[in-house]
């Protein structure tokens, strides 16, 4: 599993790069750079979200889907607690109601809840995973293994 409390977005992207093998002139093509622009994208930490989106583009992986996973996990709770407080700020913005809740995140709750490091109760208020939600995973990824 990745580390999401430290995304290294370009060694991420490098990974899959390598990965597919994709030829380094269709890749400098695509972005309209040279090799040694190429190459210093995969060492920066992070970048912009348009760059983000073409590598995301080429490589048909959602890059993004990192942080979405990081603000699952480690978002702090006071934010959802001041919008429950009814100071609800109505927005022009899309509104996504499913959480995106990949394998990795439910094989890292699962974690902690078979080490013991966290109750059901706590993954279910900490992290707002409906009751019924962790019940499922726990029923079907625990009878997998």
């Not at 978002?75 to 407080?85: C, D, G, L």
């Amino acid at each position: 599993m990745t580390d999401l409390k430290n995304i290294h977005i370009g060694k991420l992207i490098e990974t899959r790069w390598f990965e597919l093998n994709i030829p380094i002139e269709r890749t400098t093509n695509f972005f309209k750079c040279t090799q040694d622009e190429m190459f210093s994208m995969f060492q920066q930490k992070d970048m912009g979200t348009d760059v983000l989106l073409n590598w995301s583009k080429l490589l048909e992986y959602d890059f993004f889907r990192m942080y979405s996973q990081y603000l699952i996990l480690y978002s702090p709770p006071a934010s959802v607690n001041y919008i429950k407080q009814g100071k609800k700020i109505n927005s022009s913005l899309p509104y996504f109601r499913k959480n995106l809740y990949t394998q990795d995140i439910i094989d890292f709750l699962l974690e902690q809840l078979d080490s013991g490091a966290k109750t059901k109760l706590q993954i279910i208020s900490e992290y707002k995973i409906p009751k019924t939600t962790l019940y499922k995973w726990i029923k079907k990824y625990r009878n997998e293994s």
